[in-house]
């Protein structure tokens, strides 16, 4: 079993940027890949970025170019970096990963983007 823990949500105008950090309990990025996803209130949860353990990512069309993910093995942290924000980004983030037949999630982040 792991367990996930984000952190690095919180008010942002818009332009702004922040950094979010997926915690896991043990080493498994260099096993399993990560992935971001985001839930704004009445909205299904989408996925925003994905990450391979080879390094291969992929993001959403409505935050390519703005977002980047990545990982440090090292300190068993993924992140999602993340620029000039949009109202429209303001969501509750999400780090999730897929093992032993099931998805493990983070309990989630809050990112709010106002002026």
């Known amino acids: 079993q792991v367990q996930l823990v984000e952190s690095g949500g919180g008010l942002v105008q818009p332009g702004g940027s922040l950094r979010l950090s997926c915690k896991a309990s043990?080493?498994?990025?260099?096993?399993?890949?990560i992935d971001w996803y985001r839930q704004a209130p009445g909205k299904e949860r989408e996925l925003v970025a994905q990450i391979t353990t080879g390094g291969n990512s992929n993001y959403a069309d409505s935050i390519k170019d703005r977002f980047a993910i990545s990982i440090a093995n090292a300190a068993n942290t993924a992140y999602l970096q993340m620029s000039n924000l949009k109202p429209d980004d303001t969501a509750v983030y999400y780090c999730s990963t897929f093992m032993f037949h099931r998805r493990i999630w983070g309990q989630g982040t809050q990112v709010s983007v106002s002026s």
């Open positions: 043990r080493s498994i990025f260099t096993t399993y890949g």
